[in-house]
């Protein structure tokens, strides 16, 4: 069954630290990639997409992700984290023989220390 | 462009009652609209993929009577949750699937439901 895992469940980093967040998948076929963000208190906000073309994905606030199909890989970075990025971190993946669902992968809850 | 509404943001509700949450495409047609479930601290569970002018298609151990989803237009789905227990205290967030281009799906605020 297609599958999203996120490896780091909790990261504590000191500002201006760099930040990469893991993610795989299981899945031979096509598929959407994306990183959400979610603020304490606050709704998801879409942090960047893959769909197709460059693998090297550039989102908001300065983040970017890397999709490596032969690794079934889409990690989440960031070169120089701020305090205001603490927040849960979540992959997502759209398999797309699954009718277009997007299956979540378990979070990863990022802490900033000032 | 592309914004999803939802409505209620929160609600409080008695045990045994039933409680209705919309999700709104504000913008675009979205002929499919997808109903999640987060528990605190928890990740994003699909619970059912709501179809518009037809029936709603529920994952693996979602009961199907309890949660009815109803998707009337192209812009509208509702989530009724029947006969609501503190066990469904949750938040429900929905998203709608673009009918055009790259069918994006984009994700409403959420409902806080909590049943006393």
């Known amino acids: 069954a297609q599958s999203v895992s996120q490896h780091n469940h909790h990261v504590i980093l000191s500002e201006a630290a760099s930040l990469e967040l893991g993610c795989n998948y299981s899945?031979?076929?096509?598929?959407?990639l994306f990183w959400y963000v979610q603020y304490p208190g606050q709704h998801l906000q879409l942090l960047l997409k893959?769909?197709?073309?460059?693998?090297l994905v550039k989102g908001i606030k300065g983040f970017e992700a890397e999709f490596i199909k032969s690794k079934f890989s889409f990690n989440l970075r960031k070169p120089s984290v701020q305090w205001s990025d603490t927040a849960e971190y979540f992959c997502?993946?759209?398999?797309?023989?699954?009718?277009?669902?997007?299956?979540f992968g378990k979070g990863t809850r990022l802490h900033i220390l000032p | 462009g592309a914004v999803v509404s939802q409505h209620p943001s929160w609600v409080i509700c008695k045990s045994g009652t039933s409680v209705k949450i919309e999700c709104r495409s504000l913008?675009?047609?979205?002929?499919?609209m997808f109903w999640y479930r987060q528990f605190p601290k928890q990740s994003l569970m699909l619970m059912a993929t709501s179809n518009e002018g037809s029936k709603a298609t529920y994952e693996q151990g979602v009961e199907k009577d309890k949660f009815l989803i109803n998707h009337a237009s192209l812009t509208l789905s509702t989530l009724t949750v029947t006969s609501a227990h503190p066990e469904d205290s949750s938040f429900y967030i929905c998203s709608a699937r673009r009918d055009r281009g790259l069918r994006e799906q984009y994700f409403g605020p959420g409902t806080r439901l909590t049943v006393t």
């Open positions: 893959y769909f197709s073309g460059d693998p």
């Open positions: 997502a993946v759209t398999f797309m023989n699954r009718d277009d669902k997007i299956i």
């Open positions: 913008d675009f047609q979205a002929t499919t």
């Open positions: 899945y031979g076929g096509t598929v959407n």
